[in-house]
């Protein structure tokens, strides 16, 4: 018999697989991003409901062919029916899997960095009210996880954020920066808390504009083309 093992997973992307099966994308908390195969979902091995984005679970595993372990037994610890079912939620949901799944990789995973990831998922499905900033906060709290944290040196002289130098400067710099309105916006959430952040009042286009720049910011310190497709989503969601 193969051998098993236990471990809690966080789902971020999903294949179907035949008419009940799926390829499951997921952090382990053991081994970092990982693959598993879900056979017969709703047959004993966990609820398909309960494999979404950022659906957290409680998986026994045990090896298969090939790279993909198979997902014998799953158990959901947290219902997340707000992320599942709330639209908005569901969005950031969608974006912030994409996020980590082009992100991370595989092999050991920091404990660190999985508890603060279980907590930001518990904290989106927790959240009441407008959670149109969330994940913009999420953005600037995940780049201090991996250690690309901007150095907030922001003043009346510094309010341009340059990217690969990781702190703002004056304006008189030949360097791509952010904008003057989305280097105050990065100040200020590198100040604030996640409740002070979703008070803040932002447009549209001023959301959309400042997740793309942090995307770049990330993906030019981890040395990768990112190309985040649900941030269109998320551009064409929130007005």
Sequence with gaps: MPAERESRIIVLHLTKYGDKSLVVQALDAERGRSGFFLRGAGKGRGTLGAFHP????????????????????????????????????????????????????????????????QSEILALEGTGGSVANFHLHFLVEFCRKL???????????????????????????????????????????????????????????????FAQKMTDYLAYHLSQNLNIRSLKVLHGLFS
């Excluded at 045990?62 to 993909?68: C, T």
């Excluded at 980590?100 to 990789?105: D, E, G, I, K, V």
């Excluded at 309105?181 to 409740?195: A, F, M």
Aim: aromatic residues 10%; contains cysteine; proline residues 6%.
């Design 54 to 117: 950022l659906g957290i679970l409680d998986v026994v595993a045990a090896s298969g062919k090939g790279s993909l372990e198979y997902i014998r037994e799953s158990e959901a610890p947290y219902s997340l029916a707000g992320i599942r079912t709330d639209p908005y939620k569901s969005a950031i949901a969608l974006f912030i899997s994409e996020l980590l799944y082009r992100c991370m990789t595989d092999g050991d995973m920091d404990s660190d960095m999985f508890g603060f990831l």
């Design 147 to 209: 250690g690309f944290q901007p150095r907030d040196n922001y003043s009346p002289a510094r309010t341009l954020f340059v990217p690969y130098s990781a702190e703002f400067t004056g304006a008189d710099t030949l360097a791509e920066t952010f904008s003057p309105e989305e280097s105050l916006l990065l100040h200020r959430l590198l100040c604030l808390t996640r409740e002070e952040a979703m008070q803040i009042p932002l447009g549209r286009e001023m959301r959309s504009a």
